[in-house]
């Protein structure tokens, strides 16, 4: 008896009038979240996991197996959906030029993106409020009400059937976000750092390329990669400016492989499978920074 009463007349008393301490609400969050039954948790995960990864292998299961099985796993496992759409639907073709619109994309988006966000951060004028507010607004217009007007831009300046045309295109409809999302991240650089190198004697230029363009790394990879696996993917711009066979990208191949009275399945997956796969890989090597950048961005601004 006499343990017990020293027990609670030494344990702490909560503060704030009767309440417990921030530490001590703590550990009972803690404590509750490790009661939660594991299930509870790795259930969702689990249905979210398989309805997310069904799609891609029913995919791969149709790219590898034979013509005319109905097996649920790919064995016997072949590769002549591969060989087929890459030298005969001319795959190979459709990648290149996928290829360098999604890097064309990616450099003008990121360098055109790079020097508006900075104006935004940087400089006080008085329409920034209105152009922001524009920007966002852009946001609402869908690409294909675009169409007609950008043709007839395109026309006249001879861009049609040329990869540049839907480069331009891209680039204009990926813009407004890029500038805001970079916009954010350069408000999170303290403009104090700037002050210290023109200090130095460094110009403007000098400065942001010394300091700022290294501390925006994460938000330039987030940006950029969006641009990119947005425009690899597209299929309006590509179906509608660009003629010739020969400078289509993969999203129009694909739609090559649909006929009017048949669907060649097992090279309809294939085709699937060349498109995701550099998606895949882009995404699976810059994830770190793609984190990093999206956490940084969300902090001020």
């Not at 979240?33 to 509870?40: G, H, K, M, N, T």
């Not at 290294?214 to 641009?227: D, E, N, Q, W, Y």
């Amino acid at each position: 008896m006499t343990a017990v009463i020293a027990e609670k007349s030494t344990s702490p008393a909560p503060a704030d009038g009767g309440r417990p301490s921030p530490p001590l609400r703590r550990r009972r969050r803690e404590r509750a979240f490790d009661e939660v039954p594991r299930w509870q948790i790795y259930v969702p995960l689990g249905l979210y996991l398989l309805f997310t990864l069904v799609p891609f292998y029913w995919m791969l299961l149709f790219s590898l197996r034979p013509a005319g099985s109905d097996s649920l796993v790919p064995w016997p496992m072949t590769f002549d959906h591969f060989a087929k759409v890459w030298n005969e639907r001319a795959f190979s073709v459709f990648f290149q030029n996928s290829a360098l619109i999604g890097v064309g994309t990616l450099i003008c988006t990121t360098v055109v993106a790079l020097a508006g966000g900075y104006a935004l951060a940087r400089f006080d004028f008085r329409i920034k409020q209105g152009f922001m507010l524009a920007l966002l607004c852009s946001q609402f217009i869908p690409g294909a009400l675009m169409l007609v007007p950008l043709f007839q831009i395109f026309k006249n300046l001879q861009l049609i059937n040329s990869p540049v045309s839907v480069v331009l295109a891209e680039t204009v409809f990926q813009l407004p976000l890029s500038i805001i999302l970079i916009s954010g991240f350069i408000k999170n650089v303290p403009y104090s750092l700037e002050e210290a190198a023109w200090v130095d004697g460094c110009s403007r230029l000098q400065a942001f390329r010394i300091v700022v363009l290294p501390m925006l790394r994460p938000g330039l990879i987030a940006v950029g990669s969006f641009a990119f696996v947005h425009s690899w993917n597209h299929f309006l711009f590509a179906l509608m400016f660009l003629m010739d066979q020969d400078k289509q990208t993969i999203p129009v191949g694909l739609s090559t492989l649909i006929g009017a009275d048949s669907v060649d399945f097992g090279a309809l997956a294939a085709g699937g499978v060349i498109s995701a796969v550099p998606v895949v890989i882009v995404f699976a090597f810059i994830q770190k920074w793609l984190i990093s950048g999206f956490s940084a961005g969300a902090v001020k601004g």
